[in-house]
């Protein structure tokens, strides 16, 4: 490898007692290397340890500015990991059975050493990477890091995205108190409505008609076991396309457009600009890396791209500029964990008791949001179509998408910011205006009869046509393909929190509208 | 051209030993995968219950029931409805989202059978009738019923098998 042997010469006590350590035959069958103090060693050590070599030998320096990333993918990985520590030692006093479960977890929070901060940091550990997952998909979005050839990790994150949340529900019954029992039942059943296979997907879920026992170890053995091995696997695959894909969309190389640019007689940009990402090196070219693409203008944008491409060309080096970060941002997330833990108890209920339904019965908190739209339609239709047609747009979502300008800048455009701005605004006011004329007028008082006209036809209606209504708005802009999808994201995202958080603050008993402050007892899910 | 010409007389004349083991290769790898699935799922399909709710359950005698009477039954999961004519089983659990829908004897009555006593699900405020038939809200059917049978006097339900009902009508009722 080039790598220089670790070679001593031992001067004062403290290097004395360093060589004693390392100077030996066992120390160095485990390090083979020594510290790497210059530039070349720093760059060489990185493919040669193995808990390094899944990053690239340089970064591109505008790839890891805070302000590109917020950190958030580092965020999860490390979260992924205090869940599983925290897990593994939840399950040496946790035993998932009906009888037992819910003392077990009392003892956890009453009698194990640090049993109550253990749970409490899996507890809120596991809703702050649900939240987080949304905050690094909004990230990748409003970046344009999703562009080809980006496309299938896109994909991964959403399939990741599901599974954090499976890993979130099946852990939220395994406490077995009022609160999870009563979400697992009105989620569960919200599968039912599924065409066709509804019941039987509901029945091999739970392995009974009802919430019991049988669901119990079902939730267990997914929680433990299936839902983590999937995770590690995705993780890794999702984290290895990164790589391969050139690193992040921020490090991209200038569009080949550009050459165009200068075989016109433009002004010329920077002279290296069509070489691979220095962070691909080594790897195979993906189909796309350095794709072709159709340019804008090309003397309007010669000069900008200059700049630009000397901006993407400054690259650091991994060892320490990334590592230092990553080092942060693990220590970071587990202080704030830690901090939080301390702060505020994870709930625990009573017991479970399938004879009594909890008056709210909520979901928990990331569903909520369907449990809200399901007072405003069909069951089917909010809980199955709504959320099945979402999963499948937010995959096809990248692929919508050719241009390949702008990919790792932060909405691309100016109008791409106004667009944004705007579709949150027009999205909040529109969900807060139909959710108070529902709960104050209804749309069933009006047309409620056939049931298929407050059911299906005027949700319907309302959600395509105030979709229509937004693209209509923004057409003045002379919206890209990327913009228009960014109204419909940042619609989505808005109404997915909006309704989360009347879900979860403003509903009381009988799942009324009711003041955050008068909810009754009980009436949070998280 | 000229080769497929001479050669394009279909699959079969192609399949030589090598593509055949090759095909048959891959023919074993589909299989496996797809008798891994087959296995896997049924191996983790619900079992029959043997006891307790799921099973067959004693009632108490026909005689027990005035008419326009709800009987409670916490173990089975069951309201028994005595309806002019006969018996009728009603599953407590809410036909919208699955929560226990209680029976509250004092609230205004939603049929003419007695002048007070509804089903009131505490969730999203669905209300049923001693038909267990939707009078508002949002459950989608009728509350589900089990099927009865009457053996000597006794009233013996059958909670393994729910039965899913678009409407009322008198042939659900089990005569007495």
Known sequence: MGLREVEWQPIDLPTRLVALITNNRLWRSIFRFAYPSS?????????????????????SARSIRLTYTWGLGLFLFFLFGIETVTGILLAFVYVPDVGRAYSDVQTMSTTVAFGALLRNIHRWGAHLMVLAVFLHMMRVFYTGAYKRPREFNWVIGVLLLLLTLALSFTGYLLPWD??????????????????????????????????????????????????????????????????????????????????????????????????????????LPMPGAAA?????PAGARAVPAARAAVARKQTLSTWPNLLILEII????????????????????????????????????????????????????LAGVW?????????????YADRDLRHAGEWFGTRNGLIIT????????VWTTALIVFDEKVGVRSIIGDPAIMP?????????????????????????????????????????????????????????HLVEPWNLPPGGLSF | MAREETQGRGFLSKLDRRSFMAYGLWAAAIALIVEGGVISVQAIRALPKTAAFGSKFEAGKVGDFEEGSIT?????????????????????????????????????????????????????????????????????????????????????????????????????????
């Not at chain 1, 530039?39 to 990053?55: C, E, N, S």
């Not at chain 1, 072709?292 to 804008?296: G, Y």
């Not at chain 1, 709504?386 to 990248?398: D, E, G, K, N, Q």
């Not at chain 1, 701005?421 to 909040?428: E, G, L």
Request: a neutral charge.
């Open chain 1, 455 to 511: 059911n299906w036809v005027i949700p319907v209606g309302v959600m395509v046509g105030l979709s229509a209504i937004l693209y209509l708005s923004i057409l003045p802009l002379r919206p890209s393909r990327r913009e228009v999808l960014m109204a419909y994201f940042t619609a989505f995202i808005v109404v997915y929190a909006q309704l989360t958080l009347v879900g979860s603050f403003f509903r009381g008993i009988g799942m």
């Open chain 1, 178 to 283: 009022q609160l999870s029992f009563w979400a697992i039942t009105v989620s569960t059943n919200l599968a039912g409505y599924a065409p066709l296979i509804g019941e039987s997907l509901r029945v091999l879920i739970l392995g009974a008609k009802e919430v019991g026992q049988e669901a119990l170890i079902r939730f267990y053995v997914l929680h433990v076991m299936l839902l983590p091995l999937l995770m590690a696997v995705l993780i890794g695959f999702h984290f290895w396309r990164i790589r391969k894909d050139g690193g992040l969309a921020a490090s991209n190389p200038l569009p080949r457009g550009s050459q165009v640019a200068r075989r016109e007689g433009a002004e010329a940009p920077a002279a290296e600009e069509d070489d691979p990402p220095e962070s691909a090196e080594g790897a």
């Open chain 1, 421 to 428: 701005i705007w579709s949150a605004v027009y999205t909040v």
């Open chain 1, 329 to 380: 941002a693990g220590l970071f997330i587990t202080a704030v964990l830690v901090l939080m833990s301390m702060a505020v108890d994870a709930p625990l209920r009573d017991l479970a008791n399938p004879d009594i339904t909890e008056n709210p019965a909520k979901a928990p908190w990331y569903f909520v949001n369907l449990q809200e739209l399901l007072l405003h339609m069909d069951a089917a």
């Open chain 1, 292 to 296: 072709r693409q159709p340019e804008a």
């Open chain 1, 39 to 59: 530039d070349k060693t720093r760059a060489l050590i990185i493919p040669a340890v193995f808990f390094l070599h899944i990053h690239p030998l340089k970064v």
């Open chain 2, 72 to 176: 409670y039954f916490l173990d089975g999961r069951f309201y028994i409805s005595r309806l002019p004519g006969g018996l009728l089983a009603l599953y407590r659990k809410c036909t919208h989202l699955g929560c226990v829908v209680p029976w509250r004897p004092d609230e205004q009555s939603e049929d003419n059978l007695a002048g007070s006593g509804r089903f009131n699900c505490p969730c999203h405020g669905s209300r049923f009738d001693r038909y267990g038939t939707v009078k508002g809200g949002p459950a989608p059917r009728p509350l589900d019923i089990f099927p009865i049978k009457i053996d000597g006097d006794k009233v013996i339900v059958d909670t393994g098998t729910i039965t899913t009902r678009g409407s009322y009508d008198e042939s659900q009722l089990t005569k007495v």
């Open chain 1, 386 to 398: 709504i959320p099945a047609l979402l999963v499948l747009a937010l995959m096809a979502l990248p």
